[in-house]
Every structure is written in structure tokens, then in C-alpha cells.
């Protein structure tokens, strides 16, 4: 969620009946984006179409992870539903199918799934297992991240607003940032780091909470797509795992070929946590999610729970996860995001050095962004103008959002059929906007 997100009372907007309509039935207070909100009628590939019949490019949305309307995806979950559609108390053969087409996208000990119906779901159920597994309660966080809005999770919220307050068996980290630093620095930003890391531990063991897990995105996409210094997820992961707790990489954001260096965001760490959590793009915005874990915990848990869902790894969802991998897999969508986020982040550089108000280039492969600052040269971080930016930018025919505690990065996440194409576009379109600030 974002700052753009308005209430009723902010909201200007021609197609007032559809907006009353709206706030009749689910309220004033679920998000919308723009100053305007934005009626959305069709879209195709990277492509979208409003109700006024302007075209958007889609800069910011990863739900569609292979593309709007993907004839594939939408094909497989048709010719499911036409053939049958129950829960996993059946067996049904593409259910296992997509569990085996999914698990071999891991390596190591990482030979188990459990499926649920959203990313919310799947974090819950890491949780509880990690819970169930040492014995302990405490989780660590970042001091800016958002994992989902079950009750659970909403206690360890700190990057958006909630009424719950943050557990007391929580635990936020304030992860280090490398955009900015002198390379010389950049040793005692670790060394100080790993050690709030061993006081945040210490406290949680001192209150008896103990350390169940560490939750966290390996993009680090909500806290501003931070750039860790090498060395800092496998000394959090070492003192964890020397505290009895387990790992739990949410790819939520980084995986399914995001970073285009990895399937996984956690492998751009070299290192296999135990629980892997999943949602928004397996399905291609067929709802779907999963904990893909070790045979050890699916066991331990299993044996002294009866889990199970009514939706969840249904015929009709498994169908469309399985159309999503095989598409990225024809497509070659992985090596592609690798070598277009490469021409982007150049092109994003040359940007920058062209404005006053572009602090540094963030993210990786399809997930990048800028931070916006004041022109002053203060680096001082400017929300009102990346606001003005993204309002301009919608109004150029391109959607992208923004993150960070300061809500001043600009966020481009597009679905992976993005082209140099459609980059070249948002790219000199960008380049446009940054030059009407002045």
C-alpha cells in the first residue's frame, strides 16, 4: 500500500457511480490508486485498457506474472473447470503434476509443498510450522516489511498501518543499506548491523520468546529494494539457526524468475532457507499459494496436525500454476528478465545522472527502481515530487507506484513478458517526467 491511496472524501473522480457504488458495498477505506482512480476494463499482455478506452502500459503489476489475459493460463483453468474442480481430499492427477513441476524449480532439501490460496495464507502457515518446529515464538523482521493481513502477521507489521500493535515477540531489524555508503564504510555498516541482529536475539531469548524465524523478502521490495552488503543475510541466517530458529524467505515479490538471475530470491544469497513461501504469481491472478519446506518439517507438522483446505491445490489452481511455469519455460522468461533488467538498470543510470533528483538506481532484473530526493542536493528523500511523478506518469499512459519508508522510490514491477519494447517506453517517458519537475 501506498501513500496515493485515498478515501472517499479525497477522491476526484468522473465515473462517480461506480465509485459510490463502490464505497456502498466494500467501504470507503479499501485502497485505490491515483488522484483519480482508475477504472480498469480489459487488458492484454503488458497492455491495459481503461473505461474511457485510453491504454495503459503496465509498469507495476506482478499479479499477471506472464501476462493479462494470457490465452494459455486462461485456457488451462477453462478446460479444468469443464472437467472437474474438488479439494485434495481426492486424488487428482494435476494437482500432483504441478506439485512435481513446481518443486523441481528448487535444489537441495527443499522437497515439499503445501498449498494454500494466497501469500497472507502461506506466511500464517510458515509461522506455525516454525513455531510448532522449536518451541519458541519470537520472529524476526525488518523495521519496514508487510508479509500479509492475517492477525498473526499483522502483529509483525511495521511497514503499513494496522490497529494491532507490533508482538511483543517481535522483533524488527533496521536492514542495512549499501545505496549511499563509501565502499569503505560499508565493513562497519555490517559488523554494527550483525550485531543489532545478536541484541535483537538476545532480547527475545531474555523475555522468553526464544526465536522461531526470520521472515523476510530477499528483494526487501516494501522497505525501498535495498541493497544488503555481501555477508549480512548468511550472518542473520548462522545466528538464527545457532538460536534454534529457522528461515522463512517470503518470494512473494522476488520469485518465479523476478531478479532474472534466479528462479528464487533466495538464491541470489547462496543459501536454502527452510520454508519458502509463495502467492500473487503462480496463478497469473488465478488465486493460489504455497510453503515449499523439507520432508522433515512437512512430516513433523503433518503427523501432529490435520491440515487441509477447501480451495487450496484444487485441480482449476494447480491448472493454472502449472500454465504459468510451462509458459515461462517456452518464453525463456527468466534469462530474459536477466538480460532486460541489464539494458534497464544502464538506461535507469544515464537517467540518473541526468537529474538532480534521482538519488541512486534500485532493484534487480524486473523489479527496479529510482529514489527520488530534493534538488538541492541534500539527498533529502522528496515523497511530494515522486507523487507528481507517478500522477504524471499515469497521465503519459504508464502505470508504476511507489515504496520505502519514505514512499519516495519509484516502484516498476511489470509482468515478465515486458520487452525492450515496452522499456524503451516507460524509460523515455520516465525520462520526460523527471524533466518537468524542473
Known amino acids: 500500500m501506498t501513500t496515493e491511496t485515498k478515501t472517499q472524501s479525497q477522491v476526484q473522480q468522473p465515473g462517480k457511480e461506480i465509485l459510490a457504488r463502490r464505497y456502498a458495498t466494500l467501504g470507503p477505506y479499501s485502497p485505490l490508486f491515483y488522484e483519480k482512480p482508475l477504472e480498469l476494463v480489459s487488458g492484454s499482455g503488458v497492455w491495459l485498457t481503461d ?17 493479462h489475459a494470457n490465452p494459455a493460463v486462461a485456457d488451462a483453468i477453462y478446460q479444468q473447470l469443464l472437467t472437474i474442480n474438488l479439494h485434495t481430499r481426492y486424488l487428482n492427477n494435476r494437482v500432483v503434476e504441478y506439485a512435481e513441476a513446481l ?68 522483533r524488527p531489524l533496521r536492514i542495512p543499506d549499501t545505496h549511499s555508503v563509501a565502499e569503505a564504510d560499508v565493513p562497519a555498516l555490517l559488523k554494527q548491523s550483525l550485531s543489532d541482529v545478536d541484541a535483537a536475539i538476545a532480547s527475545l531469548q531474555a523475555t522468553g520468546h526464544g526465536v522461531s524465524a526470520f521472515l523476510f523478502d530477499p528483494l526487501f521490495s516494501t522497505e525501498g529494494l535495498l541493497q544488503v552488503p555481501a555477508g549480512y543475510i548468511d550472518g542473520v541466517a548462522a545466528r538464527v539457526r545457532a538460536a534454534g ?9 522476488s520469485g518465479f524468475g523476478r531478479t532474472g538471475s534466479a528462479m528464487w530470491g533466495y538464491q541470489m544469497f547462496g543459501m536454502e532457507p527452510e520454508l519458502v513461501t509463495m502467492g500473487k504469481p503462480m496463478g497469473n491472478g488465478h488465486p493460489i499459494g504455497a510453503v515449499v519446506t523439507t520432508a522433515e518439517l512437512l512430516d513433523e507438522f503433518g503427523q501432529n496436525n490435520m491440515f487441509f483446505n477447501t480451495f487450496a491445490g484444487s485441480p482449476a489452481s494447480s491448472a493454472a500454476g502449472l500454465a504459468v511455469l510451462r509458459f515461462m519455460e517456452q518464453e525463456d ?106
Do not use: C, W
Open 51 to 67: 473505461a474511457q478506452g485510453k491504454i495503459y502500459l503496465d509498469g507495476y503489476n506482478n499479479v499477471p506474472h506472464v501476462g
Open 245 to 253: 530458529g529457522l528461515i522463512i524467505s517470503d518470494e512473494v515479490q
Open 103 to 170: 518443486l523441481g524449480t528448487f535444489d537441495g532439501a527443499l522437497e515439499r509443498l503445501f498449498l494454500t490460496n494466497s501469500g497472507s495464507e502461506a506466511n500464517e502457515l510458515a509461522l506455525r510450522i516454525a513455531r510448532q518446529h522449536t518451541g519458541n515464538t519470537g520472529v524476526l523482521v525488518s523495521d519496514f516489511s508487510y508479509h500479509g493481513n492475517t492477525t498473526s502477521l499483522a502483529e509483525l507489521t511495521t511497514g503499513l498501518t494496522v490497529r494491532e500493535p507490533l508482538g511483543s515477540h517481535v
Open 333 to 438: 522468461l527468466m534469462a530474459k528478465a536477466g538480460h532486460l533488467g541489464e539494458y534497464i538498470r544502464a538506461r535507469l543510470e544515464t537517467i540518473a545522472q541526468g537529474s538532480v533528483n534521482v538519488g541512486s538506481v534500485r532493484g534487480r532484473g524486473l523489479f527496479f527502481g529510482i529514489d527520488i530526493t530534493e534538488s538541492d542536493g541534500s539527498r533529502t528523500p522528496a515523497p511530494g515530487l515522486t507523487k507528481i511523478l507517478i500522477e504524471d506518469m499515469r497521465e503519459r499512459g504508464v502505470l508504476i507506484s511507489r515504496v520505502g519508508p519514505h514512499d519516495n522510490v519509484l516502484k516498476m514491477r511489470p509482468p515478465l513478458v515486458f520487452g525492450k519494447e515496452h522499456a524503451d517506453i516507460l524509460l523515455e517517458q520516465l525520462e520526460l517526467s523527471l524533466g518537468s519537475l524542473s
